[in-house]
């Protein structure tokens, strides 16, 4: 499985401001949610979320996103999640290249996620508890409360015989 994020940052006018681009790192936390789905026990991604910490972008032990401005202070004020609603995934079979592809966007608007921002994780919401799936850890961008960040999501899942991955 293969993942990787884009990045938009727009103002009020939709000007492009900065971009980001970066692949993911699936949590140890998402590699349990989509074993539960075998058992009914998983629960679908419903939101983005968006952190200030930027610390080793590969550890599959995080299990949420950081907001701290560094003096012990939040580091974004405003929602940090966005919710995804569902037609916001677009869901493909690529038979050449033997995956399925997912791809999802969603917009944390102008008085969400306002500050420093340098990671991104899609996210379970379930009765109020948060599942991080993946984190993508990113340059840091700032967001003021006047401009839209969208982030855009590909996700490859691999069909066939998988057993390469076993080496």
């Known amino acids: ?8 940052l727009r ?6 401001l900065q971009t980001r681009a970066a692949h993911n790192t699936v949590l140890q936390t998402g590699g349990r949610l989509i074993a539960d ?3 009914g026990a998983g629960g679908p991604i ?15 032990t995080v299990a949420a996103l950081g907001n701290d401005d560094g003096q012990g202070g939040p580091g974004i004020t405003g929602d940090t999640a ?8 677009a869901i493909t079979v690529d ?19 306002v500050g420093t921002l340098c990671e991104a994780a ?31 999501w590909e996700i490859e899942f691999p069909f066939g015989d998988l057993q390469w991955l076993a080496r």
């Open 11 to 16: 103002d009020r006018h939709g000007a492009v």
């Open 37 to 39: 789905l075998f058992t």
């Open 46 to 60: 419903t939101h983005m979320a968006v952190g200030t910490e930027d610390a080793d972008p590969t550890s599959v």
């Open 82 to 89: 966005a919710p995804i609603p569902p037609d916001a995934f």
């Open 122 to 152: 899609l996210v379970s919401r379930q009765g109020g508890t948060d599942v991080l799936y993946n984190r993508v850890v990113f340059t840091p961008l700032t967001k003021g409360d006047d401009h839209d960040l969208t982030l855009f």
């Open 95 to 113: 038979e050449p290249r033997s995956r399925v592809l997912v791809k999802v966007r969603a917009t944390l608007p102008d008085a969400a996620g």
């Open 1 to 8: 499985m293969r993942a990787k994020l884009y990045v938009e």
